[in-house]
């Protein structure tokens, strides 16, 4: 069974859709049910809005202690705001977040978003990027370096430990888009609206032992 953290936003239904489609012979589940999220054999957090509010909501839903006993032992998989919640502390509120990976998430910083030609960049960042693995990894599987994913963000992770980098992707600076422990992988992109390469991302998920 793999389960969809619900903690009341996010785009959970075209993640376990996508999901889903990747592995039709598994049960996909959306739930906030902490006893259904201590059964998962996966769990994936999604994420989608501010960081505060999705605190908030993991944290009135009673699913930070399911959350933290997942990502000690299981397969996991974070998205977007669910890689962020991952860190000790963002400045969106700012917010402390589950702590369970050390570093901070910070936002994009306006004066640093100018190309060498002169063209500024928007904040957030929305739309495509080339993703470029850092090391290998099972989830990189028959994903070429370079591959376009999705992304739609204006904050993004800084850990203290560049190991925990699994992927870069550049805007205009290089940043970490990807982080890998353990039985823990998380990207800052969206793979479930990232066509063939994020197919191929969730695909490798499910098939992961949770070993790098």
Same mark, same amino acid.
């Given at each position: 069974?793999?389960?969809?953290?619900?903690?009341?936003?996010?785009?959970?239904?075209?993640?376990?859709?996508?999901?889903?489609?990747?592995?039709?012979?598994?049960?996909?589940?959306?739930?906030?049910?902490?006893?259904?999220?201590?059964?998962?054999?996966?769990?994936?957090?999604?994420?989608?809005?501010?960081?505060?509010?999705?605190?908030?909501?993991?944290?009135?839903?009673?699913?930070?202690?399911?959350?933290?006993?997942?990502?000690?032992?299981?397969?996991?998989?974070?998205?977007?705001?669910?890689?962020?919640?991952? %860190?000790?502390?963002?400045?969106?509120?700012?917010?402390?977040?589950?702590?369970?990976?050390?570093?901070?998430?910070?936002?994009?910083?306006?004066?640093?978003?100018?190309?060498?030609?002169?063209?500024?960049?928007?904040?957030?960042?929305?739309?495509?990027?080339?993703?470029?693995?850092?090391?290998?990894?099972?989830?990189?599987?028959?994903?070429?370096?370079?591959?376009?994913?999705?992304?739609?963000?204006?904050?993004?992770?800084?850990?203290?430990?560049?190991?925990?980098?699994?992927?870069?992707?550049?805007?205009?600076?290089?940043?970490?888009?990807?982080?890998?422990?353990?039985?823990? %992988?998380?990207?800052?992109?969206?793979?479930?609206?990232?066509?063939?390469?994020?197919?191929?991302?969730?695909?490798?998920?499910?098939?992961?032992?949770?070993?790098?």
């Amino acid at each position: 069974m793999i389960v969809v953290v619900d903690y009341g936003m996010g785009n959970l239904r075209s993640v376990a859709k996508a999901l889903a489609h990747v592995a039709p012979d598994r049960e996909v589940i959306v739930s906030a049910d902490p006893v259904i999220i201590g059964r998962a054999e996966r769990v994936v957090l999604p994420g989608q809005s501010a960081m505060p509010d999705c605190m908030q909501g993991l944290a009135a839903r009673g699913l930070v202690g399911p959350v933290r006993e997942a990502l000690r032992e299981r397969p996991f998989l974070g998205i977007c705001l669910g890689l962020q919640m991952l %860190f000790e502390r963002s400045e969106e509120g700012p917010t402390d977040c589950l702590g369970v990976v050390p570093g901070r998430v910070v936002r994009f910083r306006g004066e640093r978003m100018v190309l060498p030609d002169g063209t500024r960049l928007k904040v957030p960042h929305m739309g495509w990027s080339r993703v470029h693995p850092t090391r290998v990894h099972p989830l990189w599987k028959g994903i070429e370096d370079g591959a376009r994913f999705y992304f739609a963000h204006s904050f993004f992770p800084v850990p203290d430990h560049p190991e925990l980098t699994a992927a870069t992707a550049d805007y205009p600076a290089p940043f970490t888009c990807a982080i890998a422990r353990a039985n823990i %992988f998380a990207t800052q992109f969206h793979p479930e609206k990232s066509q063939r390469a994020g197919l191929a991302l969730l695909a490798n998920f499910v098939a992961w032992n949770g070993r790098e």
